[in-house]
């Protein structure tokens, strides 16, 4: 059950397109469509962007998408606005039945 | 509208033991599978326990597994999590949320209730 690999900041101006990697293995995000994304501003409970990889759930902003190619996800956010800045993770469903989150990622809007 | 409230958490030292509850509102708590996360002071999200709608599958973190046991009382919509052998290392905010029956993200968390374990 090691953390799923994200990188730890990514950062982009104001109405730019930013994509947050999240690579595992086969035996989580490669072998199931179970990826999911959360958005946590400081001091708050994290929130649901997307789940099973490309869904989004609603009131969440269709600036925001997901994907996933092989052992590697990705959110994208495109348009980028001040209040994206955040911490985002993502998450995975794995082969023995467990979830896995990912290290996490800091997007700072420049 | 959904609420989830954690309670139970404090200061311990380490070797002992602690109960958190959540209790659930505003949902069809029986339907929903539901999940324990922490977060360490500073750090990341980190996945605990889940357990089914009905109580009958139960999985756990290496991290947790043999010490930690998530249970629920669906006549009274509360989830627990009974923390046995505890940790410096288990210091955490713990979360109590939810996962709807079609999809594996979780739509819903409460607040947390901090769990600090030092001697």
């Known amino acids: 059950q090691s953390a799923l690999t994200q990188p730890a900041s990514v950062s982009g101006s104001p109405g730019q397109s930013i994509t947050i990697s999240c690579t595992g293995t086969?035996?989580?995000?490669?072998?199931?469509?179970?990826v999911s994304w959360y958005q946590q501003h400081p001091g708050k409970a994290p929130k649901l962007m997307i789940y099973?990889?490309?869904n989004r759930p609603s009131g969440v902003s269709n600036r925001f998408s997901g994907s996933k190619s092989g052992n590697t996800a990705s959110l994208t956010i495109s348009g980028l606005q001040a209040e994206d800045e955040a911490d985002y993770y993502c998450k995975s469903y794995t082969s023995t039945s467990t979830y896995v989150f990912g290290i996490g990622t800091k997007v700072t809007v420049l | 509208q959904v609420q989830l409230v954690e309670s139970g958490g404090g200061v311990v030292q380490p070797g002992t033991s602690l109960r958190l509850s959540c209790a659930a509102s505003?949902?069809?708590?029986?339907?929903?599978?539901m999940h324990w996360v922490r977060q360490a002071p500073g750090k990341g999200l980190e996945w605990v326990a889940v357990i089914s709608y009905d109580g009958s599958h139960k999985y756990y973190a290496d991290s947790v597994k043999g010490r930690f046991t998530i249970s629920r009382d669906n006549s009274k919509n509360t989830l627990y999590l009974q923390m046995n052998s505890l940790r410096p290392e288990d210091t955490a905010l713990y979360y109590c949320?939810?996962?709807?029956?079609?999809?594996?993200?979780?739509?819903?968390w409460g607040q947390g209730t901090l769990v600090t374990v030092s001697s």
């Open positions: 949320a939810r996962k709807p029956p079609t999809t594996t993200g979780i739509d819903s």
């Open positions: 505003g949902f069809s708590f029986s339907n929903y599978a």
């Open positions: 086969s035996d989580d995000v490669g072998g199931y469509n179970y």
């Open positions: 099973d990889v490309s």
